[in-house]
T-cell receptor, first 112, second 114 residues
Framework: EAQVTQNPRYLITVTGKKLTVTCSQN?????MSWYRQDPGLGLRQIYY???????DKGDVPEGYKVSRKEKRNFPLILESPSPNQTSLYFC???????????FGQGTRLTVV | AQKVTQAQTEISVVEKEDVTLDCVYE???????LFWYKQPPSGELVFLIR??????QNEISGRYSWNFQKSTSSFNFTITASQVVDSAVYFC???????????FGKGTKLSVIP
């Protein structure tokens, strides 16, 4: 089954404790991206990757890191989480950018 | 820069009414792609439609239809005879051929009341 898998689905952590949200797709897609969804702000892009080893900043990259060492995986790293990073996060992949995006189930992160 | 505006934050309709969700976009690209996604209360994001800038034909899929008008930079979405299952947040999105980003609007929350 074609899918994008994010883990964990829910996470509560404390300020400053490094965390990683994993994202994996099984569709051999080139393009992957991370979004955060906040009430009233819609979906905002954090980082994206056009292919292996090629990543770039989206609209709200501060406080986040990513890597794309393999085509299928695109983890999101919060080196020192802060409460303003409390949000719902989505990973997405598409064959190329202008085709249908497949989204993961979302990760609800709370930073206290 | 590209931008998507969904001016309607929330809409409530009674079941069986028709409803139109507005989407206005801005882009400098002559080639671009527009999308609609649905986010039901369960939270997942579901693809509904993709349209490229060279195809201005309106599209109908069951009770759903989309009206793309380049002259007004709009890509509106109409649900005919709405049902409770249509209750969701709907997002319009845009990417231009010269951009590597997919830009979303802020979404419109549709509530269909029985």
């Amino acid at each position: 089954e074609a899918q994008v898998t994010q883990n964990p689905r829910y996470l509560i952590t404390v300020t400053g404790k490094k965390l990683t949200v994993t994202c994996s797709q099984n569709m051999n897609h080139e393009y992957m991206s991370w979004y955060r969804q906040d009430p009233g702000l819609g979906l905002r892009q954090i980082y994206y990757s056009m292919n292996v080893e090629v990543t770039d900043k989206g609209d709200v990259p501060e406080g986040y890191k990513v890597s794309r060492k393999e085509k299928r995986n695109f983890p999101l790293i919060l080196e020192s989480p802060s409460p303003n990073q409390t949000s719902l996060y989505f990973c997405a992949s598409s064959l190329i950018l202008n085709t249908e995006a497949f989204f993961g189930q979302g990760t609800r992160l709370t930073v206290v | 820069a590209q931008k998507v505006t969904q001016a309607q934050t929330e809409i409530s309709v009674v079941e069986k009414e028709d409803v139109t969700l507005d989407c206005v976009y801005e882009t400098r690209d002559t080639t671009y792609y527009l999308f609609w996604y649905k986010q039901p209360p369960s939270g997942e994001l579901v693809f509904l439609i993709r349209r490229n800038s060279f195809d201005e034909q309106n599209e109908i899929s069951g009770r759903y239809s989309w009206n793309f008008q380049k002259s007004t930079s709009s890509f509106n979405f109409t649900i005919t005879a709405s049902q409770v299952v249509d209750s969701a947040v709907y997002f319009c999105a845009l990417t231009g051929a010269g951009s590597y980003q997919l830009t979303f609007g802020k979404g419109t929350k549709l509530s269909v009341i029985p």
